[in-house]
């Protein structure tokens, strides 16, 4: 499949499940690295830093660096940089959210706010969606990092992003713009990142719900491995299909 | 209207607006008080005591005991404990909902929770919502004391106990019972207390889509009074309208 030269590839389910590497996928991600092919790990957790993504995946094996990594807070934040550069954000998230935007080189502020943007916050008060609500009823844009409702954890499913960013959607009556998978947009930054064209670029994921609809709604290709949430029976009810599908990452070929 | 002999009588809007009574509320429980007719002041506030409550009234010159006053709380721990008096409650709320839930008997604890009861939580956590996520999941019912989306606070409208207890129904995907007004519970168990039977209980409030409607959910007469929120254009809309409809209540005649 030498048409493909740049690679999308999801984490949890496809990579790894939960603390354990899955090997096929180690040596995948080898072989591209072996051919020059650049990848970006395409993530909704909103909360890691690239840099804390890249180490538990080195840890595993996996050839990882920072510039490897692409969550959805960064993307995120590329994408308020690219409607207003100098943008006065209250956001509302943890260190991969904060450290992202400030990277980004927007304006953290709780004051004059032009964006309130939130994701995952495990440290969340009263008073900072007391903030984001009375911004947003002031005109603010508001941008939610991704969607997903439920966090797994060794605890079983705790409130996820899209849960807790339900309270000022909720109370004050507007729809955020998501960004993170299934939305185009993380596609799209992520594609920019990795300076792929979308004839050239492949989404590779476990969850049809999240990483195939997300490269279908961008507009790329996209191959569904069986080794995560999405099992092959699901695949009847859906409209549109993956690109691919393969029951591991061993049975495709990188020429 | 001598037919009425209990009033379920609603507080914003109706006896004051924000901080300032209003004079012909103040007159109209007065006479009540001369008659001797037993009234309730209805309120969908889940964080305050009544004590609190009945506070701000006599401070207004307004005749309100304790015993004048039912909260969603209140009736939330009657519904609650009618269901089952030793329920094992996992409560997110304030002191207007703990110290309710512990009078009506119930036993407040984090273990083997049979009820996640929320309300308005000012001081709520990533924690309480991940214990309450995880007890809804695990099988426990799930309450509600009222689905107010906004608080109005001189800042503005802040996040409303129903955006709050969204993160929970959005994670879970379990749709709470809401107690407080539209809903009939509150009305029914208002009644309870009351003492009062429904051919002879009028509800009192000037909010078609709270008060009136909860009213008639509840199947008793109801009487909406235009010194607050619902102006009386609004009333073409709706489908079933409120027994009787008056500008102020002293034009209302108690007997």
């Given at each position: 499949?030498?048409?493909?030269?740049?690679f999308l590839i999801d984490l949890d389910g496809t990579v790894y499940n939960g603390t354990e590497k899955i090997e096929a996928a180690v040596e995948f991600v080898s072989k591209l690295n072996?051919?020059?092919?650049?990848y970006l790990f395409l993530t909704n957790n909103s909360s890691k830093t690239p840099k804390a993504v890249a180490d538990k995946l080195t840890a595993m094996g996996i050839v990882a660096k920072e510039e490897h990594v692409f969550t959805s807070s960064m993307a995120t934040a590329a994408y308020v940089a690219e409607q207003k550069p100098d943008a006065r954000v209250y956001a509302i998230g943890e260190d991969g959210l904060t450290?992202?935007?400030?990277?980004?080189?927007?304006t953290l502020t709780?004051?004059?706010?032009?964006?309130?943007?939130m994701g995952l916050d495990r440290q969340l008060s009263y008073e900072k969606l007391a903030i984001g609500a009375l911004a947003i009823r002031?005109?603010?844009k508001f941008i939610a990092t991704n969607a997903d409702v439920a966090l797994p954890s060794e605890r079983g499913f705790l409130p996820g992003s899209g849960s807790l960013i339900s309270v000022l959607a909720v109370t004050t009556g507007v729809t955020p713009t998501y960004i993170g998978k299934p939305e185009a947009i993380i596609v799209d930054q992520a594609?920019?990142?990795?300076?792929s064209e979308k004839a050239n670029t492949l989404m590779v994921g476990d969850n049809?719900?999240?990483d195939i609809l997300a490269g279908i709604r961008a507009g790329i290709d996209s191959l569904l491995v069986l080794s995560g949430v999405t099992k092959e029976?699901?695949?009847?009810?859906?409209?549109?299909?993956p690109t691919f599908m393969i029951k591991s990452l061993s049975e495709w070929s990188i020429e």
């Open positions: 499949m030498a048409k493909y030269t740049g072996e051919k020059g092919y650049p450290s992202a935007l400030a990277e980004a080189g927007l709780d004051q004059n706010i032009e964006y309130v943007v002031n005109g603010a594609m920019e990142q990795l300076g049809y719900q999240t029976t699901e695949l009847e009810q859906v409209g549109e299909k």
